[in-house]
């Protein structure tokens, strides 16, 4: 069977593959700490779920506006104006099944071969797969250690080229845990003037998680660009809710109704229930997601000190998301057998850096959406696997 060449290019995430290895050694037995996981290890608010049990009652089983029912869409709207201070027309707003459909859609719309799309390295990995998918030039650009992970406006705009499509950014950042700040944003967004015929995503699905008071910068905070910028946001990381694959985007006009064609074309729409959680998770309390952050930011601080501690590893303090990026040249290792023999030999599950770009050589992921008991079992075992692999 020949299926058509696009599919040899398309690649995947090496984290859903450590996950499904981690998964088959516990069953084999053997007590494995799972920090290569990107989910809250929380529960979704119980007040969600609530909201889509009783969508279910109250009979929303059927098909619903490919574009998302207009209360979550004015709910989505809302919660931008409260967060980011920036309005947002429900009718931009577009509801889709998790926050990887932007990115799928928005490379889609912009990829073909001849055209250049600039994206993080290190960075989510879907963005280079769906870049080569379409056949366009995945030009990366570098997320520096040195730069607090954060991404520099000026190599960024240093690399636009006429053939310049669209240009991905990600702050709060996987994998790094890196916040570009705002001044660095202003200075992103003050050279595009240079170039508008690039479009950019700004993949913002980290929002809900910045730490030492690091204010979020929204890209919808900057009217010049919003002719041409696709904002992607869902409810996965910031509600607890992956499974639930609930996210939603902001789309220019010109680009929202072909948006909504490819809804047509492939999901037809979320299922109504969880759309209806996801007005519960918008509209109601927000202490949950307060809490889970507190969380997290207590873990960052557990996970930077032991990691510090390791033979041959140093890390900086992320300051969003709730991935730490520890620098492992140090130990001797390249980092992906590092991250596998961390996995095989000591049972923690961790992802090499490269498994993001190859700017990631020489770092692994370490997420700490884990117990503060689990990170402190993983930070011993790897520090004493370190140890052992340094007097062998
Ligand atoms: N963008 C980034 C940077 C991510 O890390 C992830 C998930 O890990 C996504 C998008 C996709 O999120 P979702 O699970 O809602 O598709």
Known sequence: MKTVANFDRIGEENAFAVLARATALAAQGRDIVNLGIGQPDFATPPHIAEAAVKAIHDGHHGYTPATGILPLREAIAADILRRFRAEVSPEHVM?????????????LMFGEPGAEILYPDPGFPIYRSMIEYTGATPVPVPIREENGFAFSAEETLGLITPRTRLLIVNSPANPTGGVTPKAEIDRLVAGLADHPEVAILSDEIYASMTYDDEAHTSLLGYPEIRDR????????KSYAMTGWRLGWSVWPQ??????RKLAVNSFSCVNAPTQWAGIAALTGPQDAVGAMVAAFDRRRALVVEGLNRLPGVSCIVPKGAFYAFPNVAGTGWKAKPLAAALLEQAGVATIGGPDFGIHGEGYIRVSYANSEENIARALDRMGDFLSEARAA
């Open 95 to 107: 509801v889709v099944p998790g926050g990887k459909v932007t990115m799928f859609a928005a490379i």
């Open 229 to 236: 910028l696709i904002l992607l946001d869902g409810a996965s």
């Open 254 to 259: 010109p680009l929202y109704d072909r948006a």
